[in-house]
């Protein structure tokens, strides 16, 4: 039990659907992100949030929707993915965003685009 | 001056030996040095962390070594398990504007019996 909650763990889904993955932390964080984690290349952050206000947008592309509703809950919006958008969806979180400040993370949402 | 370059990708030790991964940093801004665990499945776990004040930190068979001038550290695990075959990150950031944790690629241990 890392304390960040990820649901679904996974999704397939067709390139015109619309669908959203949830992320849950119980740890008392003021901090949360979305990273992406492909293979054989490093985590690519998204998205961080902190105190519900997004203070990074990392060049994502539009077809990816963040939102923050308060600081324990973060939800990635998808519509209209490419076959590249496969892959596993990272949520962290961390007391803040100062340095230093190790990110817990959960155990992600394995995207799969038809 | 964002990268952290790891080595090996890959590493295969045989039951009590010990693996070393490598990381090189070139921001000498960053002085958070994290180490990631992560088991098929599961998201990356925090391992260990050090900062650039000490050479060198032990939390039970994981060592981290670090070296200011060369700008490196590297992760040793003593008496390797085949319960410790899993993917490593290295990753590094600071405060202020480098605050975001910059990734290595990972390394694949595996530990044979």
């Known amino acids: 039990e890392t304390g960040v909650t990820q649901t679904p763990r996974h999704l397939v889904m067709g390139m015109t659907n619309k669908k959203s993955l949830k992320c849950e932390q119980h740890?008392?964080?003021?901090?949360m992100y979305w990273y992406k984690q492909s293979a054989k290349k490093p985590l690519e952050l998204m998205f961080v949030y902190n105190f519900k206000e997004q203070t990074e947008n990392n060049s994502v592309p539009s077809r990816f929707s963040p939102e923050c509703p308060n600081s324990s809950h973060l939800f990635l919006h998808l519509h209209t993915l490419q076959p590249e958008d496969s892959a596993l969806y990272l949520c962290?979180?961390?007391?803040?965003?100062?340095?230093?400040?190790?990110?817990?993370f959960g155990d992600g949402t394995r995207l799969s685009i038809l | 001056q964002q990268q952290v370059k790891q080595s090996p990708q890959s590493l295969i030790v045989q039951k009590g030996g010990i693996p070393i991964i490598n990381c090189a940093y070139e921001?000498?801004?960053?002085?958070?040095f994290p180490w990631y665990q992560q088991f098929p499945g599961k998201g990356p776990a925090l391992l260990i962390a050090?900062?650039?004040?000490?050479s060198e930190k032990k939390e039970g068979r994981f060592t981290i070594s670090f070296n200011k001038s060369a700008k490196q550290f590297s992760l040793h695990i003593m008496d390797s398990q085949p319960g410790d075959s899993a993917t490593y990150f290295c990753a590094a950031n600071s405060g202020g504007s480098n605050y975001k944790l910059t990734f290595g690629k990972g390394t694949l241990l595996t530990v044979n019996p």
């Open positions: 050090i900062r650039p004040d000490v």
């Open positions: 962290a979180s961390s007391p803040g965003t100062g340095g230093g400040q190790p990110q817990h």
């Open positions: 740890l008392g964080h003021n901090a």
């Open positions: 921001n000498t801004a960053f002085d958070y």
